[in-house]
């Protein structure tokens, strides 16, 4: 008998996996929920074993036309082959020389395929990754710290090594620490400009952004000409509530100097080109000053930058602001007070911990309202993808499409272009022309050879005649209770009808009923309750 609610075990892995799958709800329950999350939040270091084993014998295609020298570029020879992925775990210093050879020796593709791996490493990890909750707070602080691909062609090619080496070490670890490793990443030095940013004129994207979206939030903002009301007590020394322009003006001459190896000048005469992160003090203006009330001029070099990172993320305007994005990726636009207050107490408790980021997710997970209703996320378009791929025990093998293929309805790999991040409220989510694009999408990607699954061979035989049994069998398998009365007619009908799955059994051909089991795996995707998390 289909459940008329999800049970708490489905709505809990729903809100922190890519879907929750029937193996997922038997773990749980067989290993109780504390312990599930006990183990999510001790993965390997590095991907998991299966992870790297699925990846290493896929192959794409790449191909592109011969290039014949021209002046002094040697070209390159035509290539139309199926390789297997040699870019998405890469070193910074081996991006940066791609890079800088492109269009002389290098074809564009070469780097164009550095996106290609990454996106199709991203779908598989997602869809097969053991460890969902690792998965699920990369995608988290991927966006939170996001670099757009579009903006620069090194910032771009190295997003490979953004993820691998930046974010997903760092999802469980130290706020502080985190901050620090994207401040001196590479993809981030590039994105916001701060590589650029010099002694004679400091560049402030990066200070802005820093401020406003990766820490303090923009409600900490209070403008220009201003004095920031009150102050508080952060890691022992009285700083202001928030910030002004002010403080963005002092905080971009500290952070002048954090740059890259990529051949400017220092005082030891031109870097090498590497992509490497460097402090290189002929870009430094040394004239900061007076920061949130704290004055930098005591300090010198590095140190500047670094103690307002230690500012900001001890800040409580910084717990506030991302415990509350985190919890409303989990739960939606009106996370419940006492899942933001576990989140916070943790946050601030735990802040200058190795692990305080462990905790506060922790924190999060083990509260009773983790598995509790009313379930409003709604899922965006990428999370719908993922989750009909693990409800219908689908094989996501390297899909050559994956960085771009959701682009057209906004939500493509690593493509959102602005550095906010996607948008994260459920009306962001609601356009009904971006849902019809979605839901044909959805038909087609699943007849792309990347993506194996039978449906056929995992509807149990003695349904073939059951318009009901067959419907409720997946919409237990997909959304694990019954749809609203409608939905639940309109499926049964849909097959009953002559291009439904019933007639599809009747007829016998196998092609026929794969045929109509995915689009009827696909029609119980595009309902409201499967599109909630």
């Not at 067989?30 to 939040?41: E, I, T, Y």
């Not at 598995?371 to 093998?397: D, H, Q, S, W």
């Amino acid at each position: 008998m289909l459940p008329t609610k999800q049970p708490f075990e489905r709505i809990a892995l729903n809100r922190v996996t890519f879907g929750a799958r029937p193996e997922d709800i038997d773990a749980v329950r067989r290993m109780g929920w504390q312990a599930w999350v006990a183990d999510q939040l001790a993965p390997p270091l590095d991907d998991e074993p299966a992870i790297l084993e699925r990846i290493a014998p896929q192959t794409m295609r790449i191909k592109y036309a011969v290039q014949l020298p021209a002046g002094d570029s040697p070209g390159w020879p035509a290539i139309d082959e199926r390789r297997k992925f040699n870019y998405w775990r890469t070193d910074i210093t081996s991006i940066w020389r791609m890079v800088v050879r492109t269009e002389y020796d290098i074809a564009p593709n070469e780097r164009a395929r550095i996106q290609t791996e990454l996106g199709a490493a991203t779908w598989i990890r997602n869809a097969h990754a053991d460890y969902q909750v690792r998965e699920f707070t990369t995608d988290f602080w991927n966006s939170h710290f996001n670099v757009g691909r579009q903006e620069d062609v090194y910032a771009s090619a190295a997003l490979a090594v953004y993820d691998r080496q930046v974010v997903r070490p760092n999802v469980f670890g130290n706020f502080r620490v985190f901050l620090e490793a994207v401040a001196t990443s590479a993809a981030m030095l590039r994105y916001l400009n701060n590589a650029e940013s010099g002694a004679t004129a400091p560049t402030e994207n990066y200070v802005r952004e820093l401020l406003e979206l990766h820490t303090l939030g923009a409600p900490a903002y209070f403008g220009v000409g201003v004095t920031a009301p009150g102050t508080v007590n952060v890691a022992g020394a009285t700083v202001a509530t928030g910030f002004t322009d002010a403080d963005i003006v002092q905080a971009a001459r500290a952070f002048s100097g954090w740059t890259i190896e990529h051949g400017q000048a220092s005082a030891n005469g031109p870097l090498p080109f590497t992509g490497k992160f460097i402090f290189n003090p002929v870009q430094h203006n040394s004239a900061a000053n007076m920061f949130m009330g704290v004055d930098l001029s005591r300090l010198q070099g590095m140190a500047q930058g670094r103690k307002i990172l230690d500012i900001v993320a001890a800040h409580p305007a910084t717990a506030n602001f991302v415990c509350g994005k985190l919890c409303r990726r989990i739960y939606g636009d009106h996370p419940p007070s006492a899942a933001f207050n576990r989140a916070l107490a943790a946050w601030t408790e735990h802040h200058d911990k190795s692990d305080q980021l462990k905790r506060v997710v922790s924190a999060i997970l083990l509260g009773e309202d983790i598995g509790a209703g009313p379930v409003v996320k709604v899922r965006r378009p990428y999370e719908r993808m993922m989750a009909l791929f693990r409800t219908t025990g689908t094989i996501v093998n390297a899909y050559d499409g994956a960085a771009d293929s959701l682009q057209s309805v906004g939500d493509g790999a690593y493509a959102w272009p602005t550095p906010e991040g996607r948008p994260d409220r459920n009306a962001d989510q609601l356009s009904a022309a971006a849902n019809l694009r979605f839901w044909n999408l959805m038909f087609q990607t699943l007849d792309h050879p990347a993506f194996q699954t039978s449906f056929a061979s995992q509807t149990p035989r003695e349904l073939a005649a059951n318009p009901e049994g067959i419907v409720a069998y997946w919409v237990e398998r997909m959304v694990g209770a019954q749809l609203r009365p409608e939905g639940m007619q309109a499926l049964v009908s849909d097959a009953l009808a002559p291009i439904g799955i019933i007639a599809a059994y009747r007829s016998g051909g196998i092609l026929n009923i794969e045929g109509a089991s995915r689009r009827l795996a696909v029609l119980i995707a595009t309902s409201p309750e499967f599109a909630l998390r």
